[in-house]
């Protein structure tokens, strides 16, 4: 039986993938929109990109911290 952590590793990657995709669909969406907005979108895509060296705290801070500005922005009305 594999290991917990193994199993919640993937699970994490796939989730960072779905999130990944949905931003990049997002983005080209409101590129005729909001540019801004459109690139607000793909620094967030950039930033949980799974090809991305950053560590796995330092995606999550950042992320909190993207989505705290973006609801103060008024990007998730």
Do not use: W
Not at 11 to 18: L, S
């Amino acid at each position: 039986m594999p290991n917990l952590k193994i199993i919640l590793d993937r699970i994490e990657k796939v989730v960072e993938i779905a999130i990944f995709i949905g931003l990049i669909i997002i983005a080209i969406h409101e590129f005729d929109v909001d540019i801004i907005e459109a690139t607000f979108y793909l620094v967030l895509a950039a930033i949980i990109s799974p090809f991305s060296k950053i560590s796995k705290q330092g995606k999550r801070t950042l992320l909190v911290c993207g989505f705290m500005g973006g609801i103060l922005i008024g990007y998730f009305n």
